[in-house]
């Protein structure tokens, strides 16, 4: 009984010295990665019984062969708990990565949520406070005269296409926000999608007196969805319209660079953007420093200040990328298709 206490005692105050070095070397990677704060705790308790049964068998007075077999037998179990400590910490620490990109990707669309309530809350008082207004002095025979109560049913029906327009932008950001967008991809021919964008928004560019230009190119075909490709380019270039002052061009170009990836650019006359609003042009109702109002006549076209974030969630639905740049005399959004997608 005595000798099994001692051998006891041995391994416990062993076991202990050992711990105590583990524990200060815990302390020194408190600030290092999950994986070598687990490597470290796995490689202290394999240090720990080692010396344990070192000195319990010295004790034990067991012949050297079967000390050298127990140390093989511990080595091996060491190596094998390592390396699930290796594994374990790096898929901890690769889960708390996503978990924290998650938490900050459900702030952030949280604040764009806000925002864009807070947004449409205020765009939507004033054409309602209009649309009511007209509506009661019509109702009341408070307007009588033909030409005024022609220039109500008039602004009636301009405010209405607005509202129209501002809601079916909000459901389509929605169904990008969500997820919920899913793509039929076709072989999509680029000069098709530029024709019929230019065509829409002609009476627009005409109704501003801005010049609008297709410039003539080797437009690839791609795999994308026709309609939603078309609405990119219609949304861009309905924005670089409505900025670009009158007499001024915007021009549309597009190609395949050296790599097979398809491009299409639309510049603007706008005199630039702010290099600190660059960064933000793309998000929801941003509306910078410039006034948004479209040129008198007009009526306004996609919903105003969110069809440049439409157009970003369309492409990155396409696994392609946009961005703006200055340019001398204004702007230049450029939509890149990736390689594989292109033909």
């Known amino acids: 009984m005595r000798d099994i206490v001692s051998m006891a005692f041995i391994a416990v105050v062993c076991s202990l010295a050992v711990g105590a070095v583990g524990w200060g070397l ?10 070598a704060n687990i490597s470290a705790v796995v490689l202290a308790a394999v240090a720990a019984i080692t010396a344990g049964v070192l000195a319990a068998s010295s004790a034990m007075f067991i012949s050297s062969h079967d000390l050298h077999v127990l140390l093989i037998v511990l080595g091996v179990a060491g190596i094998v708990s390592l390396g699930n400590a290796l594994w374990l910490g790096r898929r901890l620490a690769a889960e708390s990565v996503w978990a924290a990109q998650g938490r900050e990707r459900e702030r952030s669309l949280e604040a764009s949520r806000r925002e864009l ?33 022609d220039s109500y049913h008039s602004r009636l029906r301009m405010e209405t ?3 129209s327009a501002l809601v079916d932008d909000l459901f389509e950001l929605s169904r990008i926000n969500a ?27 005409n109704a501003s007196r801005v010049r609008l230009v297709a ?20 949304n861009l ?20 660079d050296g790599g097979g ?15 600190d609003d660059l960064p933000r042009v793309f998000d929801v109702a941003f509306r910078g420093t410039r006034s948004r109002t479209p040129p008198a006549g007009t009526a306004p076209a996609g919903g105003g200040g969110l069809g440049l974030a439409i ?21 230049r959004f450029v939509i890149r298709l990736p390689a594989e997608a292109a033909r």
């Open 311 to 331: 157009a970003r969630g369309l492409v990155e639905a396409h696994r392609g990328e946009i961005a703006v740049s200055n340019t001398p005399s204004g702007c």
């Open 215 to 234: 410039r003539p190119g080797s437009y690839p075909a791609v795999q994308a969805s026709e309609i939603e490709l078309g609405r990119v380019l219609g």
């Open 261 to 275: 990836a398809a491009w299409l650019a639309v510049a603007d006359a706008c005199g630039g953007i702010p290099e």
């Open 179 to 205: 997820g919920a967008l899913r793509l039929t991809l076709e072989s999509v021919d680029l000069a098709d999608v530029v024709s019929d964008a230019v065509a829409s928004a002609l009476p627009v560019a």
């Open 117 to 149: 309530v807070a947004w449409v809350s205020h765009d939507l008082r004033t054409p309602l406070a209009g649309l009511r207004a007209m509506s009661e002095a019509l109702a009341d025979g408070v307007v009588t005269d033909a030409s005024t109560v």
């Open 161 to 163: 296409d607005r509202m």
């Open 237 to 256: 270039l309905i924005n670089a319209i409505r900025h670009t002052p009158a007499e001024g061009v915007v021009t549309v170009t597009g190609g395949a």
């Open 26 to 35: 815990q302390y020194a990677l408190r600030r290092r990665s999950i994986a």
